[in-house]
């Protein structure tokens, strides 16, 4: 049987995709066992991955799926703090997935997210003069990051105080790999939770316009929502909402300084932008694993067989790169076409926020290849770093330098003598 290594690790992610072209090969379905210590099988060629997540066999909540005796092997203990979190939409089959995503669906359609897009432009020039201003920057964490956060958190309603305590919560979710990952998560993760709960409790108070307000209302309306589902959903909103799109905009600008030609043509051609962010988002495939899922009966992909009762991972990164469908897969095609990457998943759960996210590179990218004129990396490439996680793909850093905007001087002659200085 092939050795497959923990594809949870940072060594892996830096360069995921030999291992799922020899996966694709020789091993498209092939069980393993993950950095968590359990078993999973991966699903690695886009003609199974597609299948895969549309197929209602494959149930996300373990509970329906898993007999008591497997939910007992299978299903990670879960102190009583952290049960909200199982009542997400993205851990819920239908009916409930289907009413929970119905709660909010109206607030991510494209019509709804294009009504942002004077606020998402003005937060980008801020961070993108700020940057301008200095000639250097973590791009990760200073324009990559803040813009996905600043955005959600307005929805939401957060105060943008609190922004910095959020990015240390989710960060700290999104690295749970091992049980010791989960209980060193504890503390922050306890922390998220409480705070969210003393948060609908001021909106139950004060009301508001926001989308905790409207959900809160929703809640307080009867039976569509209850209260963990409730914290739930904006745990769900905040991480999913900027710990995949800080990704998508910092692996996506590492991919065009790598290849300059596409970098050159990203400024020429401002006209290419919505290709161009499609062919990022399927060469960086920012959510690499998508999430797990469980089989609720035996299903085949060809004559493979997938036993019931197993837990089932499909790699969306690798089906973004199988090349019985992408022409020469790990070269950028900026305005590639057709494109259908698998970058947002497929089915009902098939990501809420991709327009929202759209939008967001839409307006990123731009800025950075137009206001950073120069833009260079500012470390060795090999000592840029991937951080371990399951679901993601994500540099931890992303030090860059750009020609620093010129500083308004007071023309020499109009300036007061400096003392000992001879004019
Ligand atoms: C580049 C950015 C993004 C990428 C690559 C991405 C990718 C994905 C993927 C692959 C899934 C499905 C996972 C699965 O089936 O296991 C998903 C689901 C989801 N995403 Fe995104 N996402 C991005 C941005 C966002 C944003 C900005 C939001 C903010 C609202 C968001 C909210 C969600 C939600 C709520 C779900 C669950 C949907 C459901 O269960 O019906 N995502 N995303």
Redesign the pocket.
Known sequence: MMSIPDISGAQHKANPHPLYARLRSEAPVVRTVLGDGKPAWLVTRYSDVAVA?KDPRLG?DPLRALSAEEQARQVPWMPGFLRPMSK?????DPPD?TR??AL?HQV?TPRRVEELRGRVEAITERLVARARARGALDLLEELALPL?MA??CE?LGIPEADWPRFRTWTNRLTGIVTKVDMVRAMPSLYMFVRYLRALMERRRRTGGEDLIAALVRAEEAGSRLSEDELIA?VM??VV???E??V??IASGTLALLDDPESLDRMRREPGLIKPAVEEL?RFT???DL????YTTEDVAFGEHVVPRGQRLI?V?GSANHDEQVFASPGRVTLDRDPNRH?????????????P???L??QIAFPAIVRDLPELRLAVPRSSLTWKPSL?LRGLTRLPVRCAAAPVYSVPRAARPPEAGTQL
């Not at 998508?290 to 899922?293: L, N, S, Y």
């Not at 089915?347 to 926020?353: D, T, W």
Request: positive net charge.
């Open positions: 997540l996300k997400n939409m993205l851990d819920q997935h929970l995503r909010v991510f996905p955005v959600i929805l959903m769900l909103l999913a909402g900027h995949t799109t990704n998508l988002l495939s920012p959510v998508a999430t797990e899922r499909a969306l698998l970058a947002f998943g497929n089915g009902v759960h098939y990501c809420l926020g991709a929202l996210a759209r967001e590179a679901p």
